[in-house]
């Protein structure tokens, strides 16, 4: 009766073992499974934050291009602003110049128109 329970119990303990073992078999391969997947996610996850770093490069490329060509603009207005101004300036003073030289050329004409008058009046006194 006692090797009986003791074949029992070394059966049961065989079938515990077994047991054991094929549930241990079962988790190495849920473990396998779970590292590939974790694997695949972190190979993707790598590839997608590369992706996004060209991205982002590229777009830093573009950005400084643009804030390049946008500075060069701006100081191509400056320029051309700087130059219509003197421009202006200078037909400013051209016009005053000549406004001042109509006016002299008006006030030389009245002087001589006078000076014509009282020379006629003059003649016409002296006949």
């Known amino acids: 009766m006692r090797a009986a329970r ?8 065989g079938n515990n073992v077994r ?12 473990l396998a499974k779970w590292n590939e997947r974790t694997d695949k996610l972190r190979k993707g996850s790598m590839e997608k934050a590369d992706s996004a770093k060209q991205r982002m ?7 400084r291009r643009l804030t390049d060509e946008r500075s060069e603009k701006s100081k191509e207005m400056e320029r051309k602003r700087v130059r219509i101004e003197q421009t202006e300036k200078k037909m400013a003073d051209l016009k005053e110049n000549i406004e001042n030289e109509v006016h002299s050329a008006h006030d ?20």
């Open 6 to 13: 003791h074949k029992d119990a070394l059966s049961e303990r």
């Open 19 to 30: 047991e054991v073992e094929r549930t241990e078999a079962l988790l190495q391969r849920q």
């Open 57 to 63: 490069d590229e777009m830093r490329k573009v950005h």
């Open 108 to 127: 030389e004409f009245l002087k001589m128109d006078s000076h014509i008058r009282l020379y006629i009046t003059e003649m016409e006194q002296t006949i």
